[in-house]
């Protein structure tokens, strides 16, 4: 079974480049483009981690990460916050919201599937379902 990937992020060039990364690495990307309805598709596909932009047009990535931890439903969802965004402030910012990892756009595949893919295995129990192997590596 792939590794199911929620990305809410609103820059369309930015859903593209991730979606095209996770696929390459054997993922499943599902791509939210307003945050608004992130929290609907994380309790209705139930992904196995979350990556959320923090510099949103309508709802702060740190409200999105709030909400996400804060429903029963993706309370135990790994969530990570990626962004432009690169004070340590920032990032403190990120972890009290909710935010299992933190990561400073650009980046790039191999750090971006690495991250997740240990993320998630951190998470896992040992006979773990997700097929992580041949990571676009």
């Known amino acids: ?10 820059h369309p060039l930015h859903r593209k480049m991730y979606e095209a990364w996770l696929t390459r690495a054997g993922f499943e990307a599902i791509m939210v483009a307003d945050e608004r309805t ?3 598709v994380a309790t209705e596909k139930r992904p196995d981690i ?9 709802i702060s990535g740190l409200h999105v990460i709030e909400r996400l931890k804060g429903t029963a439903a993706t309370a135990s969802m790994p969530v990570m916050a990626v ?14 919201a909710g935010a299992d990892h933190f990561m400073t756009k650009p980046t790039n595949m191999h750090a971006l599937t690495d991250a ?9 129990p040992s006979t773990q379902p997700f097929n992580l192997a041949g990571r676009g590596e």
């Not at 079974?1 to 609103?10: G, I, P, Q, S, T």
């Open 1 to 10: 079974m792939a590794l199911r990937v929620m990305v809410v992020e609103d």
């Open 38 to 40: 992130a929290q609907g």
């Open 50 to 58: 979350a990556l959320v932009d923090i510099r949103l047009p309508h």
């Open 83 to 96: 962004t432009v965004l690169c004070s340590r402030g920032d990032e403190e910012a990120c972890f009290a």
């Open 116 to 124: 997740i893919a240990k993320l998630v295995e951190a998470r896992a």
